[in-house]
């Protein structure tokens, strides 16, 4: 039995509060508030005390899958990326950019959020983009 | 196992040996004891572990007795400001249970407070005054004023001096020091066998 507490940061939000992983041989069982982080200060909200829960759920994407025939089935990332860029390259030539909208993630990091609207708007031509961090 | 702890600490140690939590006989208690300063930041007036074989005392060390642990000065006096100032406190309530994960109390598998027959599911703030009084009267002969959940509540309730008064009148109707000794039976559980006590 090996129990680790790691330092870390809480994946949801962009408030970015402190937490202590809680690991018992290689699996995040629980959270702890970080009291030494500066942003949260030992203080948490329901997402952040259950940030582990999602991590080792079975349900959970962990590979890219491509619909084929109405059904899911795994498949490598250059073959997905294709298919999306394929997909997308279509919409924009048969109904238009505006018919397209971008979803980002609170889970990602600012530099990729800016990224991403940097894809939506210089390369996809639209301003549809929003996410999830606007809490 | 070894384990460092402060008085109130250590008192809730004594507590959840009571209810089976840990066994007290492989225990062995490092207690280190508050300063004063310490002490008056918790309004604790027993800041000495009493239990523990190893002390390590931390002049100057706060004497027992020492600042009040009432509400005087915190609580407004009259019946009617003293809803209103629990509402306040209330309705700022995120419904995050951060209280209930950093109590070393709440221990219980299923939880009343996550249960949708008691709380109402995606309400916030939690209906007011039960969501904080089922888990104050779940504290009685529990709580030992760590102050674990008032340090990670985010709307910065007053949670500790919600149970201290509910162990305040523990101690007052049935002579209950929450902790104090490995004999003494908590009254709530004393309750299950009736008439056991008048």
Redesign the interface.
């Known amino acids: 039995m090996r129990y680790q507490s790691v330092l870390t940061i809480c994946p949801f939000c962009g408030v970015g509060c402190g937490i202590h992983l809680q690991v018992m041989d290689g699996a995040a069982i629980g959270v702890l ?1 970080a ?1 030494s982080h500066p942003v949260s200060e ?5 997402k ?2 259950n940030a582990h829960a999602f991590l080792h759920r079975p349900d959970r994407l962990t590979r890219p899958l491509a619909r084929e025939n109405g059904e899911l089935k795994e498949t490598s990332w250059g073959q997905a990326l294709d298919i999306v860029a394929d997909r997308l390259d279509k919409i924009r030539a048969g109904t238009g950019s505006d018919t397209i909208g971008v979803l980002s993630s609170a889970k990602c990091t600012n530099e990729e959020n800016y990224l991403l609207q940097k894809l939506a708007r210089g390369a996809l031509g639209t301003n549809n983009i929003d996410h999830c961090a606007r809490l | 196992l070894g384990t460092v702890c402060r008085a109130c600490e250590e008192r809730g140690l004594v507590e959840l040996a009571k209810r089976g939590q840990v066994d007290w006989d492989r225990l062995h208690l490092i207690g280190v004891e508050c300063t004063s300063e310490e002490a008056q930041i918790c309004r604790c007036s027993h800041p000495r572990p009493t239990h523990a074989p190893t002390v390590v005392d931390a002049p100057p060390s706060a004497p027992e007795g020492g600042p009040s642990e009432d509400s005087a000065g915190v609580l407004p006096e009259a019946v009617e400001d003293r809803l209103e100032f629990w509402r306040y406190w209330s309705e700022r309530c ?5 209280c209930v ?2 109590c070393p109390q709440c221990f219980c598998p299923a939880c009343a407070l996550e249960s949708p027959l008691w709380v109402e599911r995606g309400r916030v703030p939690p209906p007011f005054p039960a969501f904080h009084l089922i888990k104050a009267i779940h504290m009685a002969g529990r709580c030992t004023s760590c102050r674990e959940c008032e ?4 709307a910065e309730i007053p949670l500790t001096l919600l149970y201290r008064m509910v162990g305040r009148d523990v101690e007052d109707l049935f002579g209950y020091g929450t902790g104090a000794s490995l004999e003494a039976v908590p009254p709530l559980l004393l309750a299950l066998e009736e008439g056991a006590r008048a």
């Open positions: 508030p009291r030992g203080r948490l909200c329901a952040g005390w | 995120i419904k995050c249970y951060g994960y950093a340090l990670v509540c985010p």
